[in-house]
């Protein structure tokens, strides 16, 4: 069988065995939220400053909220399978409609942000194991122990306060300057600007375990046996370096990396709050705010999704790193 028969394999094996993974999540998450105390109905009665019995009454039915749990489960699951997300009663549109607007934000976010803890991480803790008991070692290691200590809203706060207020290098919140009438390449730019400081915001912390992570692994994989022998062969220092010590070295990085994706996007919804950006994390913190479990339990049904795809990818590329590691 072919490599890529194999990889096709794979990929509808894992995407069959996923499908009651998220079937699972879906009937847990409903049932949690049942718990949560009030409901849409609630809320929006609260707002509206008054509401008699009756038209809370027909405000619940009209909402589906006057059913049993177990009804509004299987009209949940039904909707499921039609492809619908549901109605948000709040925003006045369907859910799937409402959360895809927000998706390639939040995408772009965490895109930049895994992207500078991998860089980084795997750059800094490449340079403690080289110099290690050394200055440079000593002094990434407690830049790490600090970035995995300071909490993530608090970085961001004074992030702003440094770039944003303080010297006035980078835009404080937002996805792009309002009504700034950019195109093109200066859009872009634009919101490059404004992806930077969340992105990083969310990447300290990860940044600091995979310096930790790879400084392990390559002291480690330097002592190996093949390591040796690679060296003993003639093979210049790039090479034993880069082929054999780096690239088994990021088989533990790049595991933890597919963990910590679920991480990332839960980090998501503080830092989209704290830079207003208009993401699912922050749709999500809205939702919770307005009892608007149905936009709720579809971010978290996406989120879902984006985890299981991202860890198969990380299978394939271990696949990639390793051929040991057999894709079958």
Known sequence: MTTARRVLKTLVRNGLAAIPTVLAIVILNFFLLQLAPGDAADVIAGESGAATEESMRQLRARLGLDLPVVAQLQAYLSNLAQGSLGFSPRYNMPVADLI?????????????????????????????????????????????LLLYS?????????????????????????????????????????????????SLTLSLFFIAVYARL????????????????????????????????????LLPVTTLAGMHIGGVLGGAVVVETVFSWPGLGRLAFEAVLRRDYNVLLGVLLLSSFVVIIANMLVDLLQAWLDPRIEVR
């Open 100 to 144: 895809f607007q927000r998706l390639p934000q939040t995408l772009m976010l965490l895109g930049m942000a895994l992207g500078f803890a991998f860089v980084l991480g795997v750059t800094l803790g490449t340079v403690m194991a080289l110099n290690a008991g050394r200055w440079p070692d000593r002094m990434i290691s407690v830049l790490t």
């Open 150 to 198: 300071v909490p993530g809203f608090w970085i961001g706060l004074m992030l702003i306060v440094l770039f944003s207020i303080k010297l006035g290098w980078l835009p404080s919140g937002g996805a792009e300057t309002i009504a700034s009438g950019f195109t093109g390449l200066d859009l872009v730019l634009d919101r490059l600007r404004h992806m930077i400081l969340p």
């Open 214 to 249: 790879t400084r392990a692994a390559v002291m480690e994989v330097a002592e190996q046996d093949f390591v040796r022998t690679a060296r003993a062969k003639g093979l210049s220092g790039f090479t034993v370096g880069f082929r054999h010590v780096l690239r088994n070295a």
